[in-house]
């Protein structure tokens, strides 16, 4: 699944993105290649789908101090897609963060990633201020947004 998820999202990148997308793309295989490493180190929750045997998703909450957190590496299998899998991710990854106190959110995404934006609005989440520091060159692509939480 961590090798689909490179190749899915170094495909849906590779149209019209600047060069330097591409060492943001080298901090993702470093991420997932080391998920569970970082899991430990720093506190990662990794929620994981599964169908039968089948690894199907992932999706990652990460801390960022006391009251936020943030949602990353959101990925379904390219032929479970539209099955309601990432929404049930996403929505368990909300729940855990509410019962750990957090109080908001973040998250950023690919301009091109139209089917995650989509959800992310219906899950509520709104257009946030960078969150991150990219080059000038991928902020120009890159949306990010936040979702207050109870």
Avoid at 13 to 35: C, H, K, M, T
Avoid at 61 to 71: Q, V, W
Avoid at 81 to 89: F, K, N, S
Wanted: charged content about 30%.
């Amino acid at each position: 699944m961590i090798f689909g998820f490179l190749k899915w999202n170094r495909q849906r990148l590779s149209d019209g993105w600047p060069v330097e997308a591409f060492e943001v793309q080298e901090r993702v295989r470093d991420d997932i290649v080391n998920l569970r490493k970082r899991a430990a180190e720093q506190s990662w929750t990794i929620f994981i789908a599964k169908l039968g045997d089948e690894l199907a998703g992932c999706v990652v909450l990460r801390p960022i101090d006391r009251t936020a957190c943030e949602l990353k590496r959101l990925f379904v299998v390219p032929h479970l897609q539209r099955a309601g899998l990432g929404r049930a991710l996403c929505q368990k990854a909300i729940e855990s963060a509410q019962k750990h106190g957090f109080k908001r959110i973040t998250l950023d995404t690919a301009d091109v990633q139209f089917e995650a934006l989509s959800l992310f609005e219906d899950l509520g989440f709104k257009p946030a201020a960078p969150h991150r520091d990219y080059s000038p060159e991928v902020n120009k692509r890159v949306v990010f947004m936040a979702k207050e939480l109870q």
